[in-house]
Nanobody
Framework: EVQLVESGGGLVQAGGSLRLSCAAS???????IGWFRQAPGMEREGVSC????????RYADSVKGRFIISRDNAKNTVYLPMNSLKPEDTAVYYC???????????????????WGQGTQVTVSS
């Protein structure tokens, strides 16, 4: 059974940095780990994702140049350092996963089968 555990959220001032981690287990195939976020009253949106097989990545335009996703396959952990944080980055951040023979990186929510519990990120102005 695939399990995902997020950590690293918190409160930070605008311009500051945080690093989210997603520890994953239970995969039987190659997989993609994605980060999504949901602000109050808003739909959940894709932020970034990375493939376990070739390390290919995708980013939402709103975070390009500020967030850099990376992976440590030996630890089955994906990291999301978030820099130059803005108040509009405030949200609950979720780690999600999909697996397959040749999984494709995507920021489409419905493609992901497994979800973590979420971690709160709050950026004060």
């Amino acid at each position: 059974e695939v399990q995902l555990v997020e950590s690293g959220g918190g409160l930070v001032q605008a311009g500051g940095s945080l690093r989210l981690s997603c520890a994953a287990s239970g995969f039987t195939l190659d997989y993609v780990i994605g980060w999504f976020r949901q602000a109050p009253g808003m739909e959940r949106e894709g932020v970034s994702c990375i493939s376990s097989s070739d390390g290919s990545t995708r980013y939402a335009d709103s975070v390009k140049g500020r967030f850099i996703i990376s992976r440590d396959n030996a630890k089955n952990t994906v990291y999301l350092p978030m820099n130059s944080l803005k108040p509009e980055d405030t949200a609950v951040y979720y780690c999600a996963a999909l697996q397959g023979v040749v999984p494709t990186t995507t920021l489409i929510l419905r493609e992901y089968d497994y979800w973590g519990q979420g971690t709160q990120v709050t950026v004060s102005s």
